[in-house]
């Protein structure tokens, strides 16, 4: 068995790596957060004090991160995964970053004869705990099928969607879909409460008809108990659009959709919601009807 490396134990990282530690895998984890570290520690993993010693005590590291800049900064800076990297390796970033992040991890790893993917996921915290995500590659065929049965322990939609960066821009693919129904769901609900239909109702009837989605039926049962504590926190949905944004600023490609959903985002955060599940977008809604 390979050693396996995790850093990032957050809402997704966390459960992430304990599927891998369950599956009988030698972990090493690290995180900023300590009492993270601790915890999983107390289940059977390494802990680890820097990105650094993870890297050195592995074959695969993962990592599960906010955001571009904290890839580079775990990957290139003092005491990051460059410093105790070695030939053979491999790097998996499971992390939804920009696709030129991703591309400029691979080509700084490869002169180091260290593969590496990009991996983002889709299927939010119960999606991470039961194992079902589903996960959007990028990069080579060999290093994908080296990384494809632990793959297997967090996912069961798993698809190499071309080389470097490819799996990136299927996620903001991905993200795009998701704020926009959400909005949608949003705009729904919000409409049969103000013409006084019951909203609960509504998205009973929907489920069965040919607006039927998975995002409906979680969300929109999230919308009605008024639950928005975080599977995913809006500023991060909100990051997330602004990388599918540039991609289309580079490819020439007016997304004004994704642009709106990425205004109302604004918004909710302005007003300090940002930490709550973007199903909140319908308590932005709500507000600008009145109800």
Same mark, same amino acid.
């Given at each position: 068995?390979?050693?396996?490396?995790?850093? *990032?134990?957050?809402? !997704?990282?966390?459960? !992430? +790596?304990?599927?891998?530690?369950?599956?009988?895998?030698?972990?090493?984890?690290?995180?900023?957060?300590? /009492?993270?570290?601790?915890?999983?520690?107390?289940?059977? +993993?390494?802990?680890? &004090?820097?990105?650094?010693?993870?890297?050195?005590?592995?074959?695969?590291?993962?990592? !599960?991160?906010? /955001?571009?800049?904290?890839?580079?900064?775990?990957?290139?800076?003092?005491?990051?995964?460059?410093?105790?990297?070695?030939?053979?390796?491999? @790097?998996?970033? &499971?992390?939804?970053?920009?696709?030129?992040?991703?591309?400029?991890? @691979?080509?700084?790893?490869?002169?180091?004869?260290?593969?590496?993917?990009?991996?983002? $996921?889709?299927?939010?915290?119960?999606?991470?705990?039961?194992?079902?995500?589903?996960?959007?590659?990028?990069? !080579?065929?060999?290093?994908?099928?080296?990384? #494809?049965?632990?793959?297997?322990?967090?996912?069961?939609?798993?698809?190499?969607?071309?080389?470097?960066? +490819?799996?990136?821009?299927?996620?903001?693919?991905?993200?795009?879909?998701?704020?926009?129904?959400?909005?949608?769901?949003?705009?729904?609900?919000?409409?049969?409460?103000?013409?006084?239909?019951?909203?609960?109702?509504?998205?009973?009837?929907?489920?069965? *008809?040919?607006?039927?989605?998975?995002?409906?039926?979680?969300?929109?049962?999230?919308?009605?108990?008024?639950?928005?504590?975080?599977?995913?926190?809006?500023? #991060?949905?909100?990051? /997330?659009?602004?990388?599918? #944004?540039?991609?289309?600023?580079?490819?020439?490609?007016?997304?004004?959709?994704?642009? @709106?959903?990425?205004?109302?985002?604004?918004?909710?955060?302005?007003?300090?919601?940002? /930490?709550?599940?973007?199903?909140?977008?319908?308590?932005?809604?709500?507000?600008?009807?009145? $109800?």
């Amino acid at each position: 068995m390979e050693r396996i490396g995790f850093i *990032g134990l957050g809402v !997704m990282g966390k459960p !992430m +790596a304990r599927n891998l530690l369950k599956a009988g895998f030698s972990l090493v984890v690290h995180d900023r957060k300590r /009492d993270q570290v601790e915890e999983l520690a107390g289940e059977g +993993a390494k802990p680890a &004090m820097s990105s650094r010693e993870v890297s050195e005590k592995s074959d695969v590291v993962f990592t !599960m991160l906010p /955001d571009s800049a904290d890839v580079e900064v775990v990957v290139f800076g003092k005491e990051g995964i460059m410093e105790g990297i070695r030939e053979g390796m491999l @790097y998996v970033d &499971m992390s939804t970053i920009a696709p030129a992040t991703s591309r400029k991890v @691979y080509n700084a790893l490869r002169e180091k004869r260290v593969e590496s993917l990009d991996a983002p $996921v889709s299927g939010g915290d119960v999606g991470a705990r039961e194992g079902t995500l589903s996960i959007m590659v990028g990069g !080579m065929e060999e290093a994908f099928q080296r990384a #494809l049965p632990l793959f297997e322990i967090m996912g069961k939609n798993i698809v190499l969607m071309g080389g470097p960066g +490819a799996g990136q821009v299927t996620k903001a693919c991905n993200q795009v879909v998701v704020a926009v129904t959400i909005q949608a769901i949003s705009e729904s609900l919000t409409l049969a409460r103000k013409a006084g239909v019951d909203p609960a109702r509504v998205r009973d009837v929907l489920l069965g *008809g040919f607006a039927q989605s998975r995002i409906l039926d979680l969300h929109g049962n999230r919308i009605l108990n008024r639950n928005f504590q975080p599977g995913f926190r809006t500023k #991060l949905h909100r990051k /997330d659009l602004a990388i599918a #944004l540039q991609i289309g600023r580079e490819v020439s490609l007016p997304l004004p959709a994704t642009a @709106y959903a990425a205004e109302m985002m604004n918004s909710l955060i302005a007003q300090g919601k940002g /930490d709550l599940d973007h199903s909140a977008l319908a308590l932005l809604v709500e507000q600008l009807g009145n $109800v």
